[in-house]
Structures are given as C-alpha cells and as structure tokens.
C-alpha cells in the first residue's frame, strides 16, 4: 500500500505521559533540601522586584495542580490534574508544540497509507526509560493494549476506538492481542485504524497512549507507577507523593533530549483552594499557579499584570443529569426547562468575572475546523425563555404545591460553589425548583457519579486533542467517561459516519449535526467555556499559552532572583 510521508524528521523534543496513585511518604532529608533550594529560587516579595541572573546549581520549577491526582497511571489516570503530571513523566509517539499543533515525540517521524488507515511510527534510537532501557515498538504496544483491556477498566479506552478491534476487545468480544497496533521490530509501531481518523497523531500524545515499561509491570502489578518505583521515559521521573502536599519529580538523565532539560527537578503543589494557591504564590512559595481565584482578579489585574496570563481553553463547563434515574431519565423537556432560566452572560459577568465565555453550546470555540453549535435559543429574550421554562415545567407534572426537588452535587472550591448558589436561586425564582446543594471532595465526586449515587452533578471536559471529536465522542453510547449516560443511536451513527468520512468538510458536517442533535437532547447543560488563567513568576523562562492549556515543564527554566 503506497504511503505519504505526514511528520517531518525533526530533532524536537516533545512527549506525553505516564503513571498510577502512589502512597503518601514521608518528606526525606534530602527532599527538604531541595524545597529550600527551590524557595530560594522564588521572590521573596511577589508583588514586585528586581530580578538578575545569577549562577544556580540546581534548579526546582514549583507548580500549583490543584487537588490530588485521581491517580498515575497513565492508562487509568482520568483528571486534569493526573494528566498534567503525567505529560512531565512520560512521552508518547507524539507529542505538542508550543501552539499545541501535533509534534514528534518518541515517534521522529511517520507516515500513512493512501486509505488513511494504516500508520507507521519510527521510533528515535536514543529513547530510553529512566533506568537506562531502551524504549522499543513493543513497550508502545503493551501500553495501548492494556489500555483496551477490560480488566485495566481505563475510562479512556474508548479514546482509541478507530483501531481496528477496539472496540470489540473493550466489549470483552476479543483479546488485546488483536488490538491492530504491532511492532515489526524494535524500532517500528503499526497501527492499524477501522476507518481513517486524521486526528490520530494528535491523539496519540494523550497520556493515556504512553509506553509500559512491561518488566516493572509484570514486577509489581498495580503498584507499578508508585514514586521510587515508577520507570518513565519522559524528561522527569516520580520520586514522591504526599497526600493533600505534593509530588516531587526529579531530572530522568536518561531521557533522549535530556541535554535540553534545564530543570532538575518539579514540585506540583496539591492545593485544591484558589485562595490559598494565591496566599503561597504571594509568600513566594511558588512559581506558578493553576488559576487565579476570580474574587481577587482585580486586584490581580492592578497588582500583578505582568505575571497574570489569560488565553482560551479548549474545555467546557457544566451541569450533567444521571439520565438512568428519575426524574431526569427520560425527560428531555425538564431538562430543557432548567437549562431555559440560566442567565450565562450574567453568571460570566457577575461570578465568573475572567473573560469566561457563556456556554450555549458543547464544543468550545477555537477547535481546529469546526463551528461551535449553539442551543435554538441563545438568541431569544430571556422573559421568553422562562416562559417556555414555565409552561414545560408545569406539563412535566410540576408547580408551586408540587416543586421538583434533586440534589446538586459538585466538588468543592471558590467557583463551583458560587456558580451552584447563583444557579439553584434562579432556578427557584424562575420555577420553584427546590434544589439542594452539596459539596464534597473531588474523588468522592467521581466515585458518586461513577456509582450512579448522584442527581444533577458539576463537571466539565477538556479536549484531548484539537479536533471536535474529543468533544463529541465524550457522549457516545459507549465511551467510558459518558458521566450523564446520554444515549441516542441516531448520534451514535453520525459519529460512526464521521469517524469514517475522508472528506474534511462533510465530516465537519457530520459532527455539526451531532452536536446539534445532542443539544436537542438536554443530556446536559453547558454554562461556560474556560479561559486558561496562570500567575508566572518573572523568573520563569520559556513560559507559553496555547488552547490545550498544556505547557510542559522541560520546556522551561528558572533564573534566580536578587533578594
């Protein structure tokens, strides 16, 4: 089958990532020694100062992550917080540049069959794990094989559903073995696609698709991602998890491209309150932030504008209905009617407050050849739709002697807190909803929903890739991370027939119509599209933004500041 060359030979250095949830360990001697370091490193005044380079031995990045990671493993790993991490410990075939465009990764070069659904990866010779191993085709097939596995349980393994026999193996219908991913020879992977899905490198940068290294797997089983156990083969390697503390990840000198690392180490701070994040950041207790907390953004603005970055996000904010339990299953126009009576442009004005953008639609703007759909009635007066709101409230059995009352779950922090007091008084006043709020951890959240023990529920998306179908996909049938279990054939198919489209503007089409139809649908209601919302100390050198909100810590230094 004829191929067309797709990457360029290019000696940059990117990659992915890789781990699993490590238990807590006490601060060693010579952990305390490098926080000092790091300290050092940091202003001891944050609102201000001269700075200077001056000569360093070593070099300590401290990064806000907000709460504990759901966990490490790369193949099970399924929050925001866990990826960010794990795109510092490991490299896929892939990975991004700094305008989250495809780039190499362990992967120098690839190329694609005429069809579009053969890819062939040609690993760097000089890969190697963090204990010296070299990475070969064999560990990259091990990765995405356990990732399929029904028994790995990964949320994300209908995240490569275009390789031939996914999805049949996730059902439990065949063996991972039949995965059409191969490894011809040490330097070579194969990956075989169902339907051509151009978006595939893109993908494949995604943590979730990262090499195993397969003895330290067979060794310790699920413990095989713990900190001191771990063998990476990203730029940095695990060597420390306090629980509700940090992580601490230290230089892999084994790493391809290690010559143009210039930290030797990474603090991720887990601190889950905005508020508190910004009281170290200002004590000079780190050098960057996770976000800002929107009830000091002003003063932010005025005091510290030359360390406040804010750029677009590719992730979506929202409110999601169990949709296998009453009152909501079954019951699109009662959803509808919820979502009628949402203000956005008053909710992004008033609590928000940092250029967020009213969400009236699921795919945020910004995603590489797509136009976000909106609901049919973003454009009718506000008056107008509580009526409607009303009048579908009241045929759904519902009214003043007789209110609908649910449970509003979300996980607690600054924002989702206001957000659930400004939306529950709305949807008081406008219907005499009664709903009642409840806050819990992060984990506890995930758990309650995974276990179906929840009503109406916050959480939002981040695309894992550039491309509208990171979006779509997450309300497939059968996708792993379907939270709300929206299930409709006719969206089912589109996405099927999209998946299969060659053609760029009809498979645009195609995912057009399916969002559209899911909006229709009410499985949930979107609220805002996230901008992204980082404080960078002066001394951090290399710092970008970019939609995917991904900047990887290799790509950055430290430069001491005078005192």
Known sequence: ??????????????????????????????????????????????????????????????????????????????????????????????????????????????????DGKTYTFKLRPDARWSNGDRVVAADFVAGLRRLVDPATASSYAQVIDIVANAGQIVAGKKSPETLGVTAPDDSTVVIELGTPAAYLPSLLSHPSTCPVHRPTLAARGASFARPGVMVSNGPFVLKEWVQNSHILATRNRHYWNDSATRLDAVRYLLIADENAELTRYRAGEMHVTVVVPRGQ??????????????????????????????????????????????????????????????AYGWVPPGVSNYTSQSLDYRDKPLADRVAEARRLYAEAGYSSARPLRFE????????????????????????????????????????????????????????????????????????????????????????????????????????????????????????YFYVNKHLVKPEVEGWYDNVMNVVYSKDLGLRQRAP
């Not at 030359?306 to 750029?311: A, E, I, R, Y």
């Not at 008081?428 to 009664?434: I, Q, R, S």
């Open 408 to 527: 509003l779950r979300y996980n607690a922090g600054e924002v989702h807190s206001k957000l659930a007091v400004a939306i529950a008084s709305t949807w008081k006043e406008a219907l005499g909803v009664e709903a009642r709020l409840t806050a819990v951890e992060f984990k506890s959240l995930l758990q309650d929903i995974d276990r179906g023990d929840v009503e109406v529920f916050r959480s939002s998306w981040v695309g894992d890739y550039n491309d509208a179908y990171t979006f779509a996909q997450y309300l497939k049938s059968d996708f792993g991370i379907n939270l709300p279990h929206y299930r409709n054939p006719a969206y089912d198919l589109l996405l099927t027939r999209a998946a299969g489209e060659v053609d760029p503007a009809r498979r645009r089409a195609l995912l057009e119509e399916a969002e559209r139809l899911m909006l229709r649908d009410h499985p949930l209601i979107p609220l």
């Open 1 to 114: 089958m004829p191929l067309r060359r797709v990457a360029p030979l290019a000696p940059t250095k990117r990659r992915a990532s890789l781990g699993v949830a490590p238990r807590a360990r006490c601060l060693t001697l010579t952990a305390l020694v490098a926080f000092a370091v790091a300290l050092t490193a940091c202003s001891r005044s944050s609102d201000g100062g001269s700075t200077k380079d001056v000569p360093r031995a070593a070099a300590t990045l401290i990064r806000g992550n907000g709460p504990d990671p759901d966990s490490l493993d790369p193949q099970k790993a399924r929050s925001v917080e866990s990826q960010t991490i794990l795109r510092d410990l490991c490299e896929g075939l892939t990975s991004l540049d700094k305008t989250a465009a495809v780039a190499p990764g362990v992967a120098r070069e690839w190329s694609v069959s005429a």
């Open 297 to 358: 953004f002003d003063w932010i603005k005025a005091n510290l504008a030359d360390q406040l970055h804010v750029s677009p996000q590719l992730n979506t904010y929202f409110y999601g209905f169990n949709l296998k339990r009453a009152p909501f299953k079954d019951n699109p126009q009662l959803r509808r009617a919820l979502s009628l009576v949402i203000d956005r442009e008053k909710l992004a004005q008033l609590v928000l407050r940092v250029g967020e953008l009213p």
